[in-house]
Antibody, heavy 119, light 112 residues
Framework: EEQLVESGGGLIQRGGSLRLSCAVSEFTVDSNSMSWVRQAPGKGLEWVSVIYRDGTTYSADSVKGRFTISRDSSKNTLYLQMNSLRDEDTAVYYC?????????????WGQGALVTVSS | QSALTQPASVSGSPGQSITISCTGTSSDVGGYEYVSWYQKHPGKAPKLMLYDVTKRPSGVSNRFSGSKSGNTASLTISGLQAEDEADYYCSSYTNSRAFAVIFGGGTKLTVL
């Protein structure tokens, strides 16, 4: 079955940088549209960034200019480069695969990586 | 403020049925058959429960069903079980944003 495994989370100082990775198996990261979704403590799900099959990327206004989504086909891995981290970026970050037909729902999710931004 | 509106909480007793609503606009829920629902237990990854309004992924119990009327979609869980206690999020395609998927704020389901 398809698997997504995040890594790279941790405790980081405000203003710092962190890169999350999402290693996938049983499918290829560049033949699917992939996304990052986060959940802050006590809050709901919030979409963060997406990279479509054709390489087009978008990010939420809350992270635009600070976060960058990318993928490495040779490693079959999705990344989220997070710069200028703020307290409000503290959350569990999930990588998720968009369905291959309509790209309108997330059919597989990783287990999540906790990012804690501290002063 | 979430783009889709869900009740903050619902509750029901074992064996009963409950319905969770998800209200949007004609630019999202009302305009397309692309509503999905996710179950989220604390500390676990979200799990896809329904997609395309009414379709269930393989392995999801048929106690979970979906419907839509106008700008409001609904998730119904019949024969409530203790393990159904979780947060539920709706999601929809939208034509009003660069990234075409939006979430609801989530609903906490309590099984009494």
């Amino acid at each position: 079955e398809e698997q997504l495994v995040e890594s790279g989370g941790g405790l980081i100082q405000r203003g710092g940088s962190l890169r999350l990775s999402c290693a996938v198996s049983e499918f290829t990261v560049d033949s699917n549209s992939m996304s990052w979704v986060r959940q802050a403590p006590g809050k709901g799900l919030e979409w963060v960034s997406v990279i479509y099959r054709d390489g087009t990327t978008y990010s939420a206004d809350s992270v635009k200019g600070r976060f960058t989504i990318s993928r490495d086909s040779s490693k079959n891995t999705l990344y989220l480069q997070m710069n200028s981290l703020r307290d409000e970026d503290t959350a569990v970050y999930y990588c998720a695969r968009l369905d291959s037909i309509s790209a309108t729902y997330f059919d597989f999710w990783g287990q999540g990586a906790l990012v804690t931004v501290s002063s | 403020q979430s783009a889709l509106t869900q009740p903050a909480s619902v509750s029901g007793s074992p064996g009963q049925s409950i319905t969770i609503s998800c209200t949007g606009t004609s630019s999202d829920v009302g305009g397309y058959e692309y509503v999905s629902w996710y179950q989220k237990h604390p500390g676990k990854a979200p799990k896809l429960m329904l997609y395309d309004v009414t379709k269930r992924p393989s392995g999801v119990s048929n106690r979970f069903s979906g419907s839509k009327s106008g700008n409001t979609a609904s998730l119904t869980i019949s024969g409530l079980q203790a393990e159904d206690e979780a947060d539920y999020y709706c999601s929809s395609y939208t034509n009003s944003r660069a990234f075409a998927v939006i979430f609801g704020g989530g609903t906490k389901l309590t099984v009494l």
